[in-house]
């Protein structure tokens, strides 16, 4: 069959968002696993079998020097993301205790409050516009206040953790240089705070906790509790606020969606997952092979990157039914969106609980809602709706 899409410059960034579905159901046509010349040279791996596997074996694959691909504004290996064995395990478990569903369950109340106000003033917008942002209204801020709260950053610092944000992810395939700034400021930042704790002695959420732990018996030193702020920004908020966004925008353009979810609100976690699955907000993570090996059919060379393609993983017809469908009903939904393997998301329980609860809110509160205008089903941009006048 024809190349749809000339896989041999196959991007997961930006534009090529738009076009990479179809990229997809090429690669599971034709090609899954193949090399594209993008970012000093990749191999992909498409099928859900060989990225699960990939994932159970860190010995083949490792996450050094970066599993970002390009890097995320800083040199600096992020705890604990780009971590191989043996150190990696050390610096996860002082993150565990943090993310338990039992830890995650305590913040639920304050997590409902917050939705509710946040969706409260995105129906007051309303009475006074026709189109209302919902990701600058609620998409985005909801995931970063939660986060700040847990991490023990002042609640007040938010409105500019977002701009970091959108510089080091969103600028760093245009513009290395912005990226690497919003990243420094992103470190300073960091630095304040930990000098703020240890002299105020008033250290209080994940920082705090990190301020006072230990690996191999001795304390973290400043770089790394760097690292570990730097990473918790970048995996905590965008994540968050890109399911949010892209759940919202396909509910805009499904209004028996919105409608069932509105009368059977206990169906929002199923729905939840298959939003995960089906517009993961990680579309692909990188790793270095380690040794010489195959992946269906193809040699890979020890030293050479790879990029293991969750978004494509998860619409491998292998796999699902009709893997292109999103059907809010679909159970037993298995998928990729968080990883797997010794690197898997730690904050999957409180990235899941995030997007049911301000999904319920957001669908008790805001009556039947359009698009206003196109917008992508991607990243974390505006998303203007309107209300259509039914319910
Ligand atoms: C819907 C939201 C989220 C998605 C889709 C997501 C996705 C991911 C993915 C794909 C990975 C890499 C896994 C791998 O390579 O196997 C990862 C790792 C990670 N995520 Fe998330 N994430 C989300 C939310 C969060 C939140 C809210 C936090 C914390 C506040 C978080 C913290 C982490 C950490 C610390 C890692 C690195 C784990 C390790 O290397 O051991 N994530 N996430």
Redesign the pocket.
């Known amino acids: 069959m024809s190349d749809r899409h000339d896989l041999a410059e196959f991007d997961f960034h930006g534009k090529a968002l738009d076009t990479i579905f179809d990229d997809y159901e090429t690669m599971h046509e034709s090609k899954p696993v193949g090399h594209s010349s993008k970012y000093g040279g990749f191999w992909y791996i498409s099928k859900s079998d060989d990225i699960f596997n990939a994932?159970q074996d860190p010995d083949t694959w490792a996450?050094g020097p970066s599993?970002l691909l390009p890097s995320f504004g800083t040199s600096m290996p992020l705890i604990?993301?780009d971590?191989d064995p043996p150190a990696?395990a050390g610096?996860?478990k002082l993150?565990l205790p943090m993310?338990t569903p039992m830890a995650i369950n305590k913040l639920e109340p304050g997590m409902h409050t917050t939705a509710e106000q946040l969706a409260g003033e995105v129906q007051t917008a309303f009475q006074q516009n026709d189109v209302v942002d919902v990701s600058a209204a609620f998409a985005r801020p909801y995931?970063t206040i939660i986060?700040s709260r847990?991490?023990g950053y002042p609640e007040a610092d938010w409105p500019m953790f977002d701009q970091w944000i959108d510089d080091i992810i969103y600028e760093r395939t245009k513009s290395p240089e912005k990226a690497e700034a919003a990243g420094d400021d992103l470190i300073a930042y960091v630095q304040r705070l930990i000098a703020d704790m240890r002299n105020g002695g008033s250290g209080h959420g994940i920082m705090g906790e990190l301020l006072d732990a230990q690996v191999d018996g001795r304390p973290l030193t400043d770089d790394e509790l760097i690292s570990y702020g730097y990473?918790?920004f970048l995996?905590?908020?965008d994540?968050?606020a890109?399911?949010i966004r892209s759940s919202l925008w396909y509910l805009a353009g499904n209004k028996e969606a919105q409608q069932l979810l509105r009368k059977e609100s206990d169906r929002i976690p199923d729905a939840a997952e298959e939003f995960?699955r089906t517009l993961?907000?990680?579309q692909a993570?990188a790793r270095t092979c380690k040794q010489d090996t195959t992946v269906s059919g193809q040699e890979i060379k020890a030293g050479e990157r790879v990029v293991?393609v969750?978004g494509a993983g998860n619409r491998d017809p292998e796999v699902y039914e009709k893997p292109n469908d999103i059907d809010i009903t679909r159970e037993n939904n298995r998928h990729?969106?968080?990883?797997?393997?010794?690197?898997?998301?730690?904050?999957?329980n409180?990235?899941?609980k995030?997007?049911v609860i301000s999904l319920e809110h957001f669908l008790a509160t805001i009556p039947e809602f359009e698009l206003a205008e196109d917008a992508p089903w991607h990243g974390v941009g505006s998303l203007r709706i309107r209300l259509t006048g039914g319910n």
Do not use: D, K, Q, Y
């Open positions: 994932e996450v599993m604990p993301i971590i990696h610096f996860r993150l993310f995931p986060f847990l991490a990473l918790l995996a905590g908020l994540t968050t890109w399911a995960l993961s907000p990680v993570m293991l969750f990729l969106a968080f990883g797997g393997g010794i690197h898997r998301c730690l904050g999957s409180l990235g899941r995030e997007l």
